[in-house]
């Protein structure tokens, strides 16, 4: 069974007096565990989508499906707390909350929406700090550490409440090709180790290679679809 | 919540310069409303204090239309003995009534044998005036024995009369007056004092014995022209007076507090309306302040917010984060400010300020304010909830997916 069904779905949005149809008619799924790349150009249309199986944005028509939720049918509120439960997010600009430690970005889903008791918070910040090799920098702050530190903390708060989806939009793409890789390789990890399906834009083709489901999209349409999975 | 407060604080701190500038102006604000208010709350109350404690006390009772005419200190307007009677009657069996003193005033003339000038008296029961306005004994001069400040023969002559005149102590002069019936009296009292005027040189009130002016307007028994009544509790003057008025007969008496009858209470109404106007700007700054630093800080963080939003903050969790930290920032302001404030109550009340306002002697003990302090402290509060709503309600409002793409 598909974990995300996007069914002919259309995003427009006005752009000053233009129409921008930034989705057509997209169609697909993806099933559990997966690494997915939405790979294009700029303006194609990847964070449009990322924004739409994100529940960030809503389609302007069509249907999106997740985890067995109809997600575009949800109110504001509805859609927080689906976020919340069932989604993590990983940012191009290293969105930690720069009054927070490492350790308390970490912990912040954990408090502000799943309200975890003080112990059981300890050990996963703890747990997922120790797994992307953040733990001697957990009491910084995030302009105290560097952008391939500050993607390897925003990896282990998208994981920390145990999301079975992981969005990325362009994880790499303020990283020198060495951390773009150490970042991904951890995603990779944690897709490996907790079966989370990681889903990231990129036109960073080094970083295509490691997905396991390239979408090639061309203003808002998807032109390819290569599973390597199928090909090995 | 002590995530939300630990977001709210340190975003405080996140830009300090910003953070204290703006706390300091409200501080400023606090420090100036609290150390004004108690100032001239101060000066208020001793301004009142004078004039109800050796001028008019807290509350009158005339014959009704008496205080219409009261310019003309009227003498077919007073209350006959039975009407004291009852309206003495009536004012003892008030609880929060201490004292009061049935007084005759009128008009006469005065004369040392070689010049006359004209006066207003106020004849009195001595030991009744004292216990009604015990500061008066302040406002007399040259008397020695001030246990009883006017006996029988004797005058207490205004100030300005009395070096006008080159009077003497124990010098006797003759007091003529007109009665109501148009017949002219005099009488010859002795000197033995002089009475200083509230206002300053200017009044011309003096005081004779109610018996030497029974006597002068030729009255079979003493006509009062005005009851003046000491309450207890001054705090109490509405409710009083209210009472007072309800249980009294309207169409035979009528009933006034200190402030129906001197235009000092317009003094007294002007500084409430200094302190009211202060606030107004104290108010004025905080909302401007808080408006636009909570405005400037949704503004630089709309991606920070989009992001806490992705992450599945609530809206109203957003919202609290923005509100607590424009109410910390109002609160952190108001405490220094109070902090300020009381101590330079504190070193202004032991220093004691002290100066005359006409011939009064105003001191300023300020102490603590602690209802300014109240008021203060609760305003800030207020309108610091009130600035922070707007900014915290639009950062609660951001759609995720535009605040993310906010540059």
């Given amino acids: ?232 | 919540m002590s995530t939300i407060l630990k977001i709210a604080v340190r975003n405080l701190t996140r830009y300090t310069r910003r953070t204290l500038l703006t706390a300091t102006l409200i501080s400023i604000g606090v420090i100036f409303v609290i150390v004004f208010g108690g100032l001239a709350s101060s000066f208020k109350n001793s301004m009142i204090n004078v004039i109800t404690g050796s001028l008019l006390a807290d509350i009158q009772i005339h014959k009704k239309g008496y205080v219409e005419s009261i310019d003309n200190l009227p003498l077919n307007i007073f209350l006959s003995t039975a009407e004291t009677t009852e309206a003495t009657k009536i004012i003892s069996g008030k609880p929060n009534v201490v004292a009061s003193s049935p007084r005759i005033k009128f008009s006469a003339m005065l004369s040392n044998y070689a010049q006359t000038s004209g006066v207003r008296l106020v004849a009195i029961y001595p030991d009744k005036e004292i216990k009604t306005c015990p500061d008066l004994v302040q406002r007399i001069k040259g008397r020695k024995d001030l246990s009883s400040i006017v006996n029988p023969g004797e005058i207490l002559v205004p100030e300005l009369l009395f070096k006008g005149l080159s009077l003497k102590l124990g010098d006797e002069i003759v007091v003529v007056a007109t009665n109501r019936d148009g017949a002219v009296n005099g009488v010859t009292l002795r000197v033995a004092g002089y009475s200083e005027g509230v206002m300053g040189p200017s009044g011309k009130d003096g005081y004779i014995h109610i018996e030497d002016a029974t006597s002068l307007l030729r009255m079979e028994t003493p006509e009062i022209s005005e009851i003046a009544i000491k309450l207890k509790e001054f705090k109490y003057l509405s409710s009083s007076y209210k009472k007072l008025a309800d249980t009294i007969n309207g169409d035979t008496f009528e009933v006034h507090t200190w402030e129906q009858l001197t235009p000092f209470s317009t003094i007294v109404k002007i500084v409430d309306v200094l302190i009211l106007m202060v606030r107004v700007i104290l108010t004025s700054i905080v909302l401007v302040s808080i408006m636009n630093i909570m405005m400037m800080s949704v503004y630089e963080r709309i991606g920070e917010i989009g992001m806490i939003a992705a992450l599945g903050t609530l809206p109203k969790q957003i919202l609290s984060i923005f509100f607590l930290e424009g109410i910390l920032l109002g609160l952190i302001s108001t405490v220094v400010g109070v902090i300020v404030a009381v101590v330079i109550l504190s070193i202004l009340t032991i220093t004691k300020l002290e100066f005359k306002f006409g011939s009064m002697n105003i001191a300023l003990t300020p102490g603590i304010p602690w209802s300014e302090m109240l008021i203060t402290v609760t305003i800030v509060m207020v309108i610091s909830a009130i600035a922070t709503l707007q900014p915290a309600i639009k950062a609660s409002k951001l759609e995720p997916v535009d605040a993310l793409g906010h540059v």
Avoid: W
């Fill in chain 1, 1 to 232: 069974m598909a974990l995300i069904e996007l069914k002919n779905v259309n995003k427009k949005y006005h752009s000053g007096e233009v129409i921008v149809n930034a989705a057509r008619d997209i169609t697909l799924e993806i099933t559990e565990g997966s690494f997915v790349a939405f790979v294009g150009p700029s303006g194609s249309g990847k964070s449009t989508l990322l924004n739409l199986v994100g529940c960030l944005d809503m389609p302007t028509s069509g249907s999106i499906s997740i985890l067995g939720t109809k997600v575009d049918s949800l109110d504001r509120v509805a859609r927080a707390k689906f976020r919340g439960d069932h989604l993590g997010f990983i940012f191009q600009n290293f969105s930690l909350i720069p009054v927070l430690t490492v350790y308390e970005n970490i912990e912040y889903p954990l408090v502000m929406v799943k309200n975890l008791p003080k112990e059981e918070r300890q050990e996963k910040v703890r747990s997922l700090l120790e797994k992307v090799g953040m733990l001697d920098q957990m009491n910084k702050y995030p302009n105290q550490i560097s952008g391939g530190q500050k993607q390897r903390a925003a990896v282990a708060r998208a994981l920390v409440s145990n999301p079975k989806i992981v969005l990325a939009d362009e994880p790499t793409a303020n990283l020198d090709s060495e951390s773009a890789m150490q970042v991904i390789k951890v995603m990779h990890r944690m897709q490996e180790e907790l079966g989370t399906t990681f889903i990231f834009s990129t036109h960073d083709q080094k970083i295509v290679e490691e997905a396991e489901i390239i979408y090639h999209l061309k203003d808002g349409v998807i032109v390819d679809r290569i599973d390597r999975k199928l090909r090995a």
